[in-house]
């Protein structure tokens, strides 16, 4: 079974791919997600959330203003 993660970059306006995962807006969300792209992310000042809801598509997610 493989647990869902919301990426969220430190700069909201961040677009592209980091690591090979494609950001929108600062955001992105995933199905998996291996220990150590999650290590480099949460090192590079991300932050990454496991959520219950699977990713419905590899596109990224808009930035939720928090």
């Not at 990426?7 to 291996?34: C, H």
């Amino acid at each position: 079974m493989t647990v869902p993660y919301v990426i969220t970059a430190p700069d909201r306006r961040q677009s592209g791919r980091v690591a090979g995962i494609a950001f929108e807006d600062g955001r992105a969300q995933v199905d998996k997600l291996a220990i150590g792209v999650r290590l480099l992310f949460q090192r590079l000042g991300f932050r990454v959330e496991e959520t219950t809801a699977p990713a419905k598509s590899r596109r990224a997610l808009p930035y939720k203003k928090e």
